[in-house]
């Protein structure tokens, strides 16, 4: 394989499949089901779930008249809920889970302890990391180029929801938009490309961690990826 330990990134809105809001078993089993295929080639796989299919912090904090540090706190919560999700999906065919939070839920989830992590991988475990970085006014996105940096991931896979890479503009709503094949660290930068935000960009560059931006519907996406196909787009040096 290309990639023998990854971070997979997977936006909330992913999980809500056709609702407007909540947890869609059906997204939750088609995403448990490509893990399960990585899972099998033997790849060590941690995984960050984002939030906003529960509650988004910054944009649901100003309409509830919430400062953003507690939005942001719910948000991470939100995160929890679906880790525990995915996890129960993940056991319920076969794959070995383990949630670990970076707020202390001990009765749900392990606190995050990063040689613990590494340890889980080691044994054939996927590691959920939840929670975020446990501290308000950082993304998901964030959180998870952290964690790829700290596990001594070999890239950081960005499942996206119905977009199947970086374009230069939102190709749901511009046609004209244009696809990127590859993109520096910078390019996302200066462009002000809105695939991640600038602190995961900076932590991934800073790190020579690759960045594989993807849409989660395809199928073996994640197995192509490891094997080296060339799918999404590739943000790298």
């Known amino acids: 394989?290309?990639?023998?330990?990854?971070?997979?990134?997977?936006?909330?809105?992913?999980?809500?499949?056709?609702?407007?809001?909540?947890?869609?078993?059906?997204?939750?089993?088609?995403?448990?089901?490509?893990?399960?295929?990585?899972?099998?080639?033997?790849?060590?796989?941690?995984?960050?779930?984002?939030?906003?299919?529960?509650?988004?912090?910054?944009?649901?904090?100003?309409?509830?008249?919430?400062d953003q540090a507690s939005g942001d706190y719910v948000g991470m919560l939100a995160t929890?809920?679906?880790?525990?999700?995915?996890?129960?999906?993940?056991?319920?065919?076969?794959?070995?889970?383990?949630?670990?939070?970076?707020?202390t839920m001990s009765k749900i989830a392990e606190p995050y302890i990063r040689f613990k992590a590494i340890r889980h991988l080691e044994k054939n475990r996927v590691v959920i990391f939840a929670a975020g970085t446990g501290n308000p006014f950082f993304t998901t996105d964030t959180a998870a180029a952290l964690r790829a940096a700290e596990i001594g991931a070999e890239a950081m896979l960005m499942a996206k929801n119905g977009v199947d890479g970086v374009y230069s503009d939102d190709p749901k709503t511009n046609p004209c938009a244009t696809k990127y094949d590859t993109l520096t660290y910078d390019d996302i930068i200066v462009k002000?490309?809105?695939?991640?935000?600038?602190?995961?960009?900076?932590?991934?560059?800073?790190?020579n961690i690759p960045i594989v931006v993807f849409d989660f519907e395809l199928k073996d996406g994640i197995t192509k990826?490891?094997?080296?196909?060339?799918?999404?787009?590739?943000?790298?040096?």
């Open 1 to 66: 394989m290309k990639y023998n330990k990854i971070l997979l990134k997977i936006s909330g809105e992913a999980l809500m499949g056709s609702q407007d809001f909540g947890i869609d078993p059906v997204p939750v089993e088609k995403i448990a089901s490509e893990i399960k295929k990585a899972h099998d080639l033997g790849a060590q796989i941690a995984v960050v779930v984002g939030g906003g299919n529960i509650f988004r912090g910054m944009k649901n904090s100003k309409k509830l008249g919430m």
């Open 80 to 103: 929890v809920m679906n880790a525990i999700a995915l996890q129960s999906e993940l056991r319920k065919i076969g794959v070995s889970c383990r949630v670990q939070s970076a707020i």
């Open 225 to 237: 990826i490891l094997n080296g196909e060339k799918i999404g787009t590739y943000v790298g040096e």
């Open 192 to 207: 002000g490309l809105k695939v991640m935000d600038t602190a995961s960009c900076a932590l991934c560059k800073q790190n």
